[in-house]
């Protein structure tokens, strides 16, 4: 079974930007994966940021941004703030009907 | 604005049964694909299952176990699980797409807490 990888951790300082990536354990992620990207706070629903590979949600601020970085799907964040530190989930379409959630990556702001 | 809200979480023994319901509201829902996620305690998320028309899709996790149906005249989304074991302990999110023409989870309602347990 394929399974949707993304890094355990990262770490980024205030004001600095970081990638956060979604790769597949075999083969490639492109924009037929539908990739999307979620934000989760403890305690809290996941809030969507990214969906189809690119497009903001509303009220998102334009500095999260989703692309397809080589074989990965990538969320990169600008500026980080603090209130950025937070869970990040990506999920992608398997076909069939399929959807496989990442693990998660949590974010540190410091 | 989209509003979800789930209900029918518990504590069930295991091998017990347990149906959840989402009422949705502030879209058509009868046009909308609708999804199950689930989030066990401290762990991601999992996609459950997804209806979409008159298809119905689950992970492999709970096939055969859980059925997702709906009830377009009462916009509500149902789950209903049976044969519940202990890695079914998690938060159920019912979640509703961007728009009419995708599936991929959008809006999301606040969760409702299964616990399976003896």
């Known amino acids: 079974q394929t399974v949707v990888t993304q890094e355990p951790s990262f770490s980024v300082s205030p004001g600095g930007t970081v990638t956060l990536t979604c790769g597949l354990s075999?083969?490639?992620?492109?924009?037929?994966?539908?990739p999307s990207w979620y934000q989760q706070t403890p305690g809290q629903s996941p809030r969507t940021l990214i969906y189809?590979?690119?497009t903001r949600s509303s009220g998102v601020p334009d500095r999260f941004s989703g692309s397809i970085l080589g074989n990965k799907a990538a969320l990169t964040i600008t500026g980080a703030q603090a209130d950025d530190e937070s869970d990040y989930y990506c999920v992608l379409y398997m076909g069939s009907g399929i959807w496989v959630f990442g693990g998660g990556t949590k974010l540190t702001v410091l | 604005e989209v509003q979800l809200l789930e209900s029918g979480g518990g504590l069930v023994q295991p091998g017990g049964s347990l149906r959840l319901s989402c009422a949705a509201s502030?879209?058509?829902?009868?046009?909308?694909?609708m999804t199950w996620v689930r989030q066990a305690p401290g762990k991601g998320l999992e996609w459950v299952s997804t209806?979409?028309?008159?298809?119905?899709y689950y992970a492999d996790s709970v096939k055969g176990r859980f059925t997702i149906s709906r009830d377009n005249s009462k916009n509500t989304l149902y789950l209903q699980m049976n044969s519940l074991r202990a890695e079914d302990t998690a938060v159920y999110y019912c979640?509703?797409?961007?728009?009419?023409?995708?599936?991929?989870?959008?809006?999301w309602g606040q969760g409702t807490l299964v616990a399976v347990s003896s």
């Open positions: 189809s590979t690119n």
């Open positions: 502030g879209f058509t829902f009868s046009n909308y694909a």
């Open positions: 979640a509703s797409p961007p728009g009419s023409g995708y599936v991929v989870p959008h809006d």
């Open positions: 075999s083969g490639s992620v492109s924009t037929s994966y539908y």
């Open positions: 209806i979409r028309g008159s298809s119905t």
